[in-house]
């Protein structure tokens, strides 16, 4: 059996006396899907930043593909929650801006014309040349994806990406990232505090506790997509496990952030 | 209030502006009638004047070495701030010394000390106009630059450092452009005051320049040229600020503070 | 104070740092002062000591303080006089429309744009040098600062609240003084703020060239007898005033406006 792509050993963070992860330890493998999911201000996002090297642990090992974050880190394209377009370019220069921080400028044109066919596949072919105000809230991030595409990264760590979109856009572009992944099979780590989002996604759900944070339970989610969140009955027996696991959390058990979870 | 009401009202609010500027130049001739020419010479005066200094190549070169100063002043005020501001960025430590010290230190050292003391430091020369202009244009330069520092998106600084490990890159592509319309806010409140204030460099520490022909001119007592002068400094700074600086304002966006 | 353990303890010690640093700072500037005070003629660089005298001569002369007291004189009417005119054809603008673009678009940018040296060399030429120069010289500089911060102040006023007031008050008289001038009070005190910072530059300026008395002429003279020592002492004692009066004065009055606003 292969080693795993990414391997987190007892990994620990603190802040002042704060200890944010007590020895998280979990396994990534090359091409997988996996969702972190947690209680909201569980560490959730200080593991994507670890694993990117933008964090340093206290202690403990990260692993990626043998190497450390900060060796391995070219492997990584980050989208966040907020879409961090900059206000000085247009939708297809923004895109372009990745490359452009990891690489240096290189051919303009090539650049751009990559960036028109990302822009493409993220269905904002037309709006190239926008500029971010121009762009409602799930076009932005659509850019902000095509942007972390651009740089050809061997993974995608999205941050809670669609948190702040509303709730049709949000169920749109959890469609549209399963079609991207099945098309390019990047290894994707995807955080979030949904359950739905997460049994929706996901090869592998691993499932976080409360501060301070350890692996609560890993989960491998076996119906073949598209899932059917209404109907399927391994979905809802799913969905009911990990209310049980999470039921502590006030945000994913609140029926109105999360109209779906009301049977 | 209806459109038309307030078209008709922008209309009248401009006719009443253009009367009322015609009104205070007839009050001007009017005054100047009674009054001997060495102290107000009528707008008639001036404007010959004017006329015949726009086309006299002495004057002309006068002109252009004072827009010469005035521009390398700034583009040293600009460097030397943007470095002072940017360095609490990259050495949190130096916050203090440079916002609580150097700024007000530099914001509040009068005028007309930096131009005594050049004057006796460096006696009459370049150096000297180009030290007290920038000396005098720096505080302007580093609060507003500052400011753009200060209100930096951690956000968009965390995704350049996703995306690249080499700090030249982010600064280039995140941090600068960031602070571009900053850099235009400083420009513009800068550019005004070089003309205004600045200028004062050259009654001391030159032998040339408008600031030393407004001086001769009040020397020999001749108002008319004194006040021709300043009608062209405010037609130049009003020339700089509309054609140049509102330019750049509307295509990289202006940050006022 | 619980004791910080890992980073948290640079974190707590992170004032102190800065405090360090500032110390540095200032000793290494003190250091270069002396040794180049060593190296250089009384009259190119005089020594942190020398200075230190002069500045102590402000206290103990009668005549230099006397002198004192007349720039600080000459900024306090001109910035009176500016505000006060400023806040009448900002009033104008404000309450005749008519003369909004007279008064906003060709004085205010008119001022703005004069030179303050050419100020200063006219109306030596029209009042002599006196003090009337020195006063007229600063206020009509100061005249577009004051006007842009109090029409900034009435383009911001809050159109319901005086509504309010309205209903109540028949008179304006009362309206103003119970309602408006409250509400305008932060756009003058900012105004007044920036005026009597720049005030202070300009003013030492107008006094060189056409004073006969104040700091400024004091520093004229200074030059002439080539006299660093008392053009450095007085540059500080202008820089210690100005920013003891901005910081214990204005800023504290804004900082004590501001929270009584929030709590309303």
């Known amino acids: ?263 | 209030m209806s459109s038309a009401a307030t078209l008709r009202l922008a209309f009248t609010e401009n006719r009443i502006a253009n009367f009322g500027l015609i009104a205070i130049i007839a009050a001007w001739w009017l005054w100047s009638q009674n009054l001997p020419e060495f102290v107000l010479p009528g707008p008639v005066t001036v404007g010959r004047r004017m006329a015949e200094l726009a086309v006299d190549p002495t004057f002309l070169r006068h002109l252009a070495l004072s827009l010469a100063r005035i521009a390398v002043a700034l583009t040293v005020a600009m460097l030397l701030g943007a470095a002072l501001a940017l360095l609490p960025f990259y050495r949190p430590g130096s916050r203090y010394v440079v916002e609580r010290v150097n700024l007000p230190f530099f914001n509040s050292f009068p005028s007309i000390g930096w131009v005594l003391l050049a004057t006796i430091w460096f006696g009459v020369s370049e150096t000297t106009v180009i030290f007290i202009q920038v000396a005098i244009l720096l505080p302007f330069c580093l609060i507003n630059v500052a400011e753009g520092v200060r209100v930096l998106d951690a956000e968009a600084l965390e995704l350049g450092h996703s995306f690249t490990r080499r700090r030249t890159r982010v600064f280039f592509r995140i941090v600068m452009p960031s602070l571009v319309p900053f850099f235009v806010g400083a420009l513009r409140i800068s550019y005004g005051v070089a003309w205004k204030i600045a200028l004062l460099a050259e009654l001391f520490g030159a032998r040339d320049g408008v600031g030393y022909v407004m001086l001769q001119a009040q020397i020999a007592a001749d108002s008319t040229t004194v006040l021709a002068t300043c009608f062209f400094i405010v037609l130049l700074f009003v020339l700089g600020d509309r054609l140049v600086i509102q330019a750049l304002a509307t295509r990289f966006g202006e940050a006022r503070t | 104070m619980k004791r910080a353990v890992g980073r948290g303890a640079l974190a707590s010690q992170l004032p102190n740092r800065a405090l360090f640093w500032q110390c540095v700072f200032l000793l290494g500037f003190g250091l270069c002062w002396i040794l180049a005070a060593k190296n250089m003629p009384v009259y190119i660089i005089p020594g942190p000591r020398a200075v230190a005298l002069d500045i102590l001569q402000f206290v103990t002369t009668p005549a230099l303080r006397s002198s004192a007291l007349a720039s600080l004189f000459h900024v306090c009417i001109a910035v009176f006089l500016a505000f006060v005119l400023g806040g009448v054809l900002a009033s104008i603008a404000e309450r005749f429309p008519i003369f909004r673009a007279l008064i906003h678009h060709r004085i205010s940018p008119f001022f703005n744009a004069f030179s303050g040296i050419g100020w200063a060399l006219l109306a030596v030429l029209w009042f002599g040098v006196s003090q009337l120069t020195v006063v007229f010289t600063v206020a009509v500089v100061l005249l577009p600062f004051s006007l842009i911060n109090i029409r900034e102040g009435l383009a911001s006023l809050d159109r319901e609240t005086l509504e309010m007031a309205r209903s109540f008050s028949q008179r304006p008289l009362r309206t103003a003084r119970l309602v408006l001038v409250p509400l305008l009070l932060p756009f003058l005190i900012a105004a007044l703020r920036i005026s009597f910072g720049v005030g202070w530059k300009v003013a030492l300026t107008a006094e060189l060239l056409a004073g006969d008395r104040g700091l400024g002429y004091v520093m004229n003279i200074a030059m002439q007898e080539q006299d660093t020592t008392r053009v450095i002492a007085i540059s500080l004692i202008i820089v210690v005033f100005v920013r003891v009066v901005d910081k214990y004065g204005f800023e504290r009055i804004q900082r004590k406006l501001s929270t009584a606003f929030r709590s309303a």
């Not at chain 1, 990994?11 to 990534?28: A, C, M, R, W, Y």
């Not at chain 1, 939708?91 to 960036?115: C, F, P, Q, W």
């Not at chain 1, 759900?205 to 391994?234: C, N, Q």
């Open chain 1, 1 to 263: 059996m292969p080693e795993p792509y990414i391997v987190f050993e007892n990994v620990v963070v603190s802040h002042d006396e704060n200890v944010i992860l007590g020895g998280l330890s979990f396994s990534v493998d090359a091409g997988e899907f996996v969702c972190i999911l947690g209680p909201s201000g569980c560490g959730k996002s200080t593991t994507l930043r670890l694993m990117s090297g933008l964090l340093q642990p206290q202690s403990g090992t990260i692993l990626i593909d043998g190497r450390s974050p900060d060796a391995a880190y070219a492997d990584f394209a980050f989208v966040f929650q907020s879409p961090r377009l900059v206000a000085w370019r247009n939708a297809i220069r923004n895109v372009t801006l990745s490359t452009e921080l990891r690489n240096g400028s290189g051919d303009r044109s090539m650049n751009e014309k990559k960036a028109l066919e990302l822009l493409t596949l993220v269905g904002l072919a037309q709006d190239g040349h926008k500029r971010a105000n121009e762009l409602s809230g799930g076009e932005r991030q659509r850019v902000a994806i095509a942007r972390a595409l651009h740089v050809n990264p061997r993974t995608l760590l999205m941050d809670e990406p669609f948190s702040a979109l509303d709730v049709r856009t949000r169920e749109a572009m959890r469609r549209e990232i399963v079609s991207l992944w099945e098309q390019q099979r990047k290894t994707v780590v995807f955080v979030t505090h949904d359950i739905d989002e997460a049994i929706f996604l996901a090869d592998r759900i691993i499932v976080l506790s409360h501060k301070p944070t350890v692996v609560e339970e890993t989960i491998r989610v076996g119906p073949s997509r598209p899932r059917d969140m209404d109907h399927d009955a391994e979905v809802q027996a799913l969905r009911k496990r990990l209310y049980q696991i999470m039921r502590d959390d006030p945000e994913a058990a609140n029926p109105k952030a999360n109209p779906k979870a009301n049977p």
